[in-house]
DNA sequence: TCGCGAAGCGTGATATTATAACATCCTTAC
DNA sequence: GTAAGGATGTTATAATATCACGCTTCGCGA
């Protein structure tokens, strides 16, 4: 991600925090940052590292507080079958993103709206769906 | 599952295994017979738990390699975003299953293959598919 | 039969991921 | 001003998962 799209990702975040009358503070701010900054997804405690180079602050719940509060915002993901986060530059609110997560150099792919359930169970209703597809992207394929 | 059920259940197991030449040992076999009889998602340490009550031996990598064995053959998946697992009683050797998991009552259905993506990146070859859909089913819908 | 190698498992330690519980600070409404 | 709520700091611990090593067992070819 470029230094110019970066700063216009965090410029939108901004914006669809006070739509939703939330505040972007600092460390969510920071997180943000770190995880638009990576090039694929990252580990929660790797963040906790990333922040630490002011003393004494950062602890877990800092760290998990605010993914917990970018994912609420849908401004981050969390890669269940990683254990890990991508930011997201699309805006969506509703719940649905489909992952596509090269195993080779990392990248995610996420394209709105989880695809159609082929054989849903009669009368089930979907609240929220996960959707990680694990592959090779085109650089990577073999 | 009903006696018989998780009775033909593990010798369907059974005949799998050896068909993959691979053996469903002892703790391999009490493994899936405690993830088959738990109605909903179990977690790796209520298995081990569940495990214990012969002195000594049952402690984590047990119960990990037994899953692992199983989920290898298909016998057992993991649901990703609840760090759970269900037993699996179609037989498919291929890495996809979709699972609809409702949230009241814990049940999972399974159904097998994954829904096919919606938009793909150009040139993504998938390996694997996590497709996990959380939501409200026919009983306990409100 | 013997010895070898691979698979399976036991065991202790540890790594990784995530949350609980409570204290403090800051803003805002009244 | 002050009380209430939100955000954060801080300590501790819970929950999930793996590493590393050694022992046993079993199948197999010499």
Do not use: Q, W
């Not at 996420?110 to 009368?123: F, Y």
Request: net charge negative; aromatic share 4%.
């Amino acid at each position: 991600m470029t230094r110019d799209s970066l700063t216009h990702a965090l410029e939108t975040a901004e914006t669809r925090c006070h739509e939703r009358g939330e505040k972007l503070t600092p460390v969510r701010r920071r997180v943000l940052e770190l995880v638009l900054e990576a090039d694929g997804p990252v580990k929660a405690y790797d963040l906790l590292e990333a922040l630490k180079p002011g003393p004494g602050s950062a602890k877990p719940p800092t760290v998990y507080r605010a993914l917990d509060f970018l994912m609420s915002a849908g401004l981050v993901h969390k890669v269940e079958a990683l254990n890990a986060f991508v930011g997201c530059t699309h805006a969506h609110d509703d719940g649905g993103a489909e992952l596509f997560i090269c195993s080779d150099c990392g990248t995610v792919e996420e394209r709105h709206g989880a695809p159609d359930p082929v054989h849903m169970p009669d009368g089930f209703v979907i609240e929220r769906s996960v959707v990680e597809h694990f592959g090779h992207c085109a650089n990577c394929k073999h």
